[in-house]
């Protein structure tokens, strides 16, 4: 199914980012994400939604800790450009 999604534009951005990084279409990131935030948090974690909460934090923490050592591939830089062309053209 199609749909059109309002996403903030640093948002897109870093996720586009994370896609080409991962090799991976924004359609298929969107839908991990959609399925991720639609399960509930102790079926993901076994955990109490608290406990669920904690690890979930522990588990951005490491991931953006891993994305910030990470190289940036050309495809990657080129959309971080073409997105900072745009906010500094208007």
Not at 19 to 44: C, E, I, N, Y
Not at 74 to 79: D, E, G, L, M, Q
């Amino acid at each position: 199914m199609k749909t059109t999604l309002e996403i903030d534009d640093e948002l897109y951005r870093e996720a586009k980012a994370h896609a080409s990084l991962t090799g991976q279409k924004m359609k298929d990131l969107v839908t991990k994400g959609l399925r991720l935030a639609l399960q509930p948090a102790t079926k993901m974690t076994g955990l109490a939604p608290a406990a669920a909460s904690r690890e979930l934090a522990a588990c951005f923490a490491e991931a953006d800790k891993l994305m910030s050592a990470a190289p940036r591939g050309p495809i990657a830089r080129k959309h971080l450009s073409k997105g900072r062309n745009r906010l500094e053209n208007p």
